[in-house]
C-alpha cells in the first residue's frame, strides 16, 4: 500500500498517527469554511477523514468537491 503518494488510507488512520506525517490520496468530498478555520473531507475507497487548516482563508479557493488531490507534507 505505501508509495511515492500515499502511506496511509484515509478509513485506516488510527491514534497511532497522532502527530506523525502521513500521505494520503483521494478525492475532496467537502470543504467547509467556518470563520478562517478550512474544513476539507477526503474520501477514498476505505473511508474518509477530515484535513483542517487554522487562519488560511486563500485555501478555501484551491480546492473543488469531487476532484483528486493528494495531501502530504
Avoid at 19 to 40: L, M, P, S
Wanted: aromatic share 14%; with cysteine; glycine share 8%.
Amino acid at each position: 500500500m505505501q508509495s511515492k503518494y500515499r502511506t496511509h488510507k484515509c478509513g485506516k488512520l488510527t491514534e497511532q498517527e497522532i502527530d506523525k506525517t502521513v500521505k494520503v490520496a483521494g478525492f475532496v468530498e467537502n470543504i467547509r469554511d467556518h470563520g478562517g478555520v478550512i474544513f476539507v473531507d477526503v474520501r477514498d475507497e476505505t473511508g474518509m477523514m477530515q484535513i483542517t487548516w487554522f487562519n488560511q482563508p486563500y485555501l478555501k479557493s484551491k480546492f473543488q468537491a469531487g476532484k483528486k488531490y493528494r495531501f502530504y507534507e
